[in-house]
């Protein structure tokens, strides 16, 4: 079975904090991918990073950055200095290949709201 | 951006009638999707499509129906609308079905069923 799981269902931080969001993910498949989203106040989804399964470097993106350990299987965020435009739900997908459907399903998690107080 | 926008962004109706929400896209992607978000569940798959006229069945698909006439718009029709259908729903693209390619999605339809 494949599945994703953010155990933190609500983070609040003061401004200019860092912050790590986690991700556990479920799969038996040796390749997949991951995927971070992120939900602002206004309701759109984001697509922020993509990372695959033979690529275990950690990325940094300007305040983002992103930490895949397979070992653990899991694929955690972190915020550095936070600010308040930060706030947001962010959701961790896993894409995984399906003998089922002629698609590739991605399963989202729940989701992990962040607010970031100023 | 995937150029994906969806009609209408908000619509209030009654229990009983039917009501279709439409996406639009405009990158040619040959995968697209239905969603729908609510509180504790996350993004639910309603229904895909692979192609034109190309459709099938997610997780959540009962009420629902789905149709795909042209590369560029996917319509989902919910038959005849109950109160458990209140949710907002997203539309995604993508290039390909592979496990590779990233999803894009929409701006979302707040749907409310009184």
């Known amino acids: 079975a494949q599945k994703v799981t953010q155990a933190q269902t609500e983070i609040s931080v003061v401004e200019k904090e860092d912050v790590t969001l986690d991700c556990v993910y479920e799969?038996?498949?040796?390749?997949?991918?991951l995927f971070w989203y992120k939900q602002p106040p206004s309701g759109e989804l984001v697509f922020l990073i993509r990372r695959n399964s033979f690529d275990e470097q950690n990325e940094i993106s300007g305040r983002y950055s992103w930490n895949f350990q397979k070992s653990t299987s899991s694929f955690n965020f972190t915020i550095t200095a936070s600010q308040v435009v930060d706030s947001a739900v962010y959701f961790c997908?896993?894409?995984?290949?399906?003998?089922?459907?002629?698609?590739?399903?991605?399963?989202f998690g729940p989701g992990t709201s962040l607010s970031v107080i100023p | 951006d995937a150029g994906i926008t969806q009609s209408p962004r908000h619509k209030v109706t009654e229990t009983g009638t039917p009501v279709t929400l439409r996406c639009h896209q405009t990158?040619?992607?040959?995968?697209m999707y239905w969603y729908r978000q609510d509180p504790g569940h996350g993004l639910r798959l309603i229904h895909y499509?692979?192609?034109?006229?190309?459709?099938d069945k997610g997780e959540v698909s009962d009420g629902y129906s789905v149709s795909r006439s042209k590369t560029e718009d996917f319509l989902l029709t919910l038959e005849s609308a109950t109160s458990s259908q209140t949710s907002v729903y997203f539309c995604?693209?993508?290039?390909?079905?592979?496990?590779?390619?990233?999803?894009?999605f929409g701006p979302g339809t707040r749907l409310l069923v009184l």
């Open positions: 799969t038996r498949d040796t390749t997949y991918y």
């Open positions: 997908a896993l894409s995984a290949f399906s003998m089922k459907t002629s698609y590739d399903k991605v399963i």
């Open positions: 990158e040619n992607h040959r995968y």
């Open positions: 995604a693209t993508r290039t390909s079905g592979g496990a590779r390619e990233t999803q894009y």
């Open positions: 499509s692979y192609g034109v006229k190309d459709t």
